[in-house]
């Protein structure tokens, strides 16, 4: 990182008193930065679907185009009782989380989308989703009519009309 930065390591760690905190100054700063992507994705002109596939995309690209970010966080995120996990997701994963689901209540309030449909659920469809994508985007070229449909888009997008429109006819 000082290499990178062209500073000294002591300079760093002036800013950054263990290892740790850079750590989590890392994911906090990826965080924050795809929370304005975030913003911008789900306030453009369109329909609800096109802005939650847009959204879609967008999630699943940042993630993919931060692997070893991505890789880093949910590490953290498995370890059984960490603190630092609890914090990434109260104060840090969760904000924009939190910015999707009254994405989707917003549109519940305007009758887009059901009144029964549980917001945070459906939030965490859509998230989850793009982190099943990403663990296991390797292993897709191996099932069969799955790997010449799945580019990131269309993935996106073919989540995006599933959590939508759903399987009934």
């Known amino acids: 990182i000082a290499s990178e930065a062209e500073v000294s390591?002591?300079?760093?760690?002036?800013?950054?008193?263990?290892?740790?905190?850079?750590?989590?100054?890392?994911?906090?700063?990826a965080?924050?930065?795809f929370a304005?992507?975030?913003?911008?994705?789900?306030e453009e002109p369109g329909d609800l679907v096109e802005r939650l596939a847009n959204?879609?995309?967008?999630?699943?690209?940042?993630?993919?185009?931060?692997?070893?970010?991505?890789?880093?966080?949910?590490?953290?995120l498995q370890k059984p009782d960490s603190a630092d996990a609890r914090h990434l997701v109260e104060d840090?994963?969760?904000?924009n989380y939190k910015r999707l689901i009254k994405f989707i209540a917003h549109a519940q309030e305007e009758k887009m989308i059901r009144q029964s449909v549980s917001a945070?659920?459906?939030?965490?469809?859509?998230?989850s989703a793009n982190v099943f994508y990403?663990?296991?985007?390797?292993?897709?070229?191996?099932?069969?009519?799955?790997?010449?449909?799945?580019k990131p888009c269309d993935y996106a997008k073919a989540v995006t009309d599933l959590i939508f429109?759903?399987?009934e006819e």
Request: net charge negative; glycine share 2%.
């Open 134 to 150: 990403f663990q296991h985007q390797h292993v897709f070229q191996y099932l069969p009519d799955l790997a010449e449909t799945l």
């Open 92 to 95: 840090v994963l969760s904000l």
């Open 9 to 29: 390591k002591s300079t760093v760690f002036h800013h950054f008193a263990t290892k740790r905190q850079l750590y989590l100054a890392v994911i906090e700063s």
């Open 31 to 33: 965080a924050s930065d």
């Open 36 to 42: 304005r992507t975030l913003e911008t994705v789900l």
């Open 120 to 127: 945070s659920v459906a939030a965490m469809m859509l998230m």
């Open 55 to 76: 959204f879609q995309n967008q999630h699943l690209a940042h993630i993919t185009d931060n692997a070893w970010l991505t890789q880093l966080v949910l590490r953290e």
């Open 165 to 167: 429109y759903g399987l």
